[in-house]
């Protein structure tokens, strides 16, 4: 994804279709990682370091539109992924300039629709490095994106 900010208002427009879609139009030297179905890649606006998306090579938006194949083949790059990033080796291709220190958790997310806000309508799971105390309290994880709802244990 080139660095140029779009506004939610051009999202529908240059997102949807194939020939805009920044993940269709990917430079070869972002792709980390690839296999028959999917490609991995570290993301433009990262949430942490080594925040990492995957994503079919198929132009579709929704996870329910994969083949089992595709999904398949995500999955195997999510895992695949997540164990780079963890290799606490200082020669890990995680560590050369994307991660200091090897990450204490993960989140995983898959924004699928817009009312789930998805901006790039391009298929992509969000595998994001956690790190303990990068946020005051983790607990609750992915449930704030409602903060109203994310405190349930009290």
Request: proline share 7%; hydrophobic share 40%.
């Amino acid at each position: 994804m080139s660095g140029k900010r779009i506004s939610a208002a051009d999202t529908n427009s240059l997102y949807t279709a194939k020939d805009n879609c920044p993940f269709c139009n990917l430079d070869n030297a972002r792709i980390l990682k690839a296999n028959s179905h999917a490609l991995a890649i570290f993301d433009a606006f990262p949430v942490s370091s080594g925040h990492t998306l995957i994503l079919p090579k198929r132009h579709i938006a929704s996870f329910f539109d994969a083949t089992q194949e595709e999904q398949s083949a995500m999955f195997e790059l999510l895992s695949d992924m997540r164990d780079l990033l963890a290799d606490p080796s200082p020669s890990s291709a995680a560590r050369q300039g994307s991660l200091p220190t090897p990450p204490d958790g993960f989140n995983i997310g898959i924004n699928d629709g817009e009312a789930a806000g998805q901006t790039v309508m391009h298929l992509h799971i969000h595998l994001i490095p956690r790190y303990a105390g990068d946020t005051q309290d983790p607990r609750g994880g992915v449930r704030w994106i409602m903060p109203e709802k994310a405190v349930y244990w009290r």
